[in-house]
Nanobody, 123 residues
């Protein structure tokens, strides 16, 4: 059974930074690829970035490119989303997810999801 647990959300002023963590447990996770999505109230779930477990394939949505960075720590089975220069429009619930294949930018490609963590950016 694959489980994902996010943490690190909170309230931050515009221009500030947060680091989200996603601790992954379960079988065969090294064969899976991680992704981060976000969903604001009344909006569809939006792709933020994706990361293959070997680190060779990384993609970001254009709206976060240059501000957000995905990384991982193998010893802790944890994927991170470092968010810098946050803007009020980044306010959302952020989710980490895992997929075996398919389009990295499509939520439907991901079979396993965390519970989400709220990020609120004040202006």
């Amino acid at each position: 059974q694959v489980q994902l647990v996010e943490s690190g959300g909170g309230l931050v002023e515009a221009g500030g930074s947060l680091r989200l963590s996603c601790r992954v447990s379960g079988n065969a996770i090294s064969n899976l690829r991680s992704g981060w999505f976000r969903q604001a109230p009344g909006k569809e779930r939006e792709f933020v970035g994706s990361f293959s477990w070997d680190g060779n394939s990384i993609h970001y949505h254009t709206s976060v490119m240059g501000r957000f960075t995905i990384s991982k720590e193998d010893a802790k089975n944890t994927v991170y989303l470092q968010m810098n220069n946050l803007k009020p429009e980044d306010t959302s619930v952020y989710y980490c997810a895992l997929r075996a294949g398919g389009d990295p930018g499509a939520a439907a490609s991901y079979a396993f999801w965390g519970q989400g963590t709220q990020v609120t950016v004040s202006s």
